[in-house]
């Protein structure tokens, strides 16, 4: 917790082990399971992979959210049930929802792999109403020459997803949400947007200052709804995913890559990875992650 009155949580991600790849995890937390919508929060790396190596998310389903995934370096070859074959590459969005059921795989790619790679980035899920949860499995890609851009006064801001800062990205959201990535000059200012209900800011790089109080890289700052305020980048300036929506329409049983409303829907999805009833990735159907506690 914070001294600052603005903030009413600090949260710091747990570090994972994903397709060979470390991850830390900032959502969902103890304290606090969705800021808005977004109910997993991943930060990827950075982190280096030798000629050769690279990452290798075997296919894997989703129900009862949408996936979204940013780059800041590298790349990672999407492909799933739908028939979608993507590479994404740094300021690019891809938004997968799952909704009734999907799978999908993450990988390198074979060229990334002939040489040595970095790779850095967001992952998050956003988990969708309860009147969209069984809604049909959807992909979209968006260039990061499709986003809305601002440059002012030392600050760049990229809108990801959603509105905010008078500007709406191109992407189809299933409920009202805000999504940016902002880079700040030292002693550069960037306000939260006032008409979401929830809001937080992921320090990606560098630090920032709120109400007299810094914080560095690796914390999500979950602030209070209703106040009018701004992060000033420290003298190393900042890197900053902002995030946050309306409040969700209650809460949600999350098991391992399923989001629902519904306990019984959970189990389902369980049953049904078990028993092969989801669809398969084309180009990339000889190998799946088993269910945890599932031998493969």
């Known amino acids: ?78 492909r799933d049930s739908l028939g979608s074959d993507q590479p994404i590459v740094p300021g690019d969005v891809n938004w997968m929802t799952a909704g009734q059921g999907i799978v999908h795989s993450e990988r390198s790619s074979a060229e990334s792999r002939r040489q040595r790679r970095s790779l850095a980035g967001i992952q998050s899920w956003v988990a969708l109403p309860k009147t969209a949860e069984e809604t049909a499995p959807g992909f979209a890609h968006h260039p990061g020459a499709t986003l809305p851009l601002v440059q002012d006064d030392g600050l760049t801001l990229r809108l990801i997803a959603g509105e905010g800062w008078g500007l709406r990205a191109p992407v189809s959201v299933s409920s009202p949400l805000f999504y940016a990535d902002a880079q700040l000059a030292p002693g550069a200012r960037v306000p939260l947007p006032a008409q979401h209900e929830e809001r937080a800011a992921y320090v990606v790089a560098g630090s920032v200052t709120v109400a007299g109080d810094t914080f560095e890289a690796g914390r999500m700052l979950v602030f209070r709804a209703g106040d009018a305020l701004a992060l000033e980048a420290g003298p190393q ?7 946050g929506g309306a409040t969700m329409d209650g809460p949600r049983h999350i098991f391992w890559n399923f989001v629902s409303s519904s306990r019984e829907r959970i189990e389902q999805a369980k049953a049904d990875w078990q028993a092969g009833r989801f669809a398969r990735v084309p180009g990339d159907a000889q190998e799946f992650i088993p269910l945890p506690g599932i031998r493969a």
């Open 237 to 243: 300036g900042a890197r900053l995913l902002l995030l």
């Open 1 to 78: 917790m914070s001294n600052a009155s603005e903030i009413k949580l600090v949260l710091v991600p747990r570090a994972h082990d994903v397709g060979g790849f470390e991850v830390r995890r900032a959502l969902p937390a103890r304290e606090r399971q969705m800021v808005g919508p977004f109910i997993f929060f991943d930060q990827m790396g950075p982190g280096e992979f030798l000629q050769g190596a690279g990452l290798d998310v075997r296919p894997h389903p989703h129900i009862g959210l949408s996936t979204v995934t940013y780059l800041f370096e590298g790349s990672i070859q999407h």
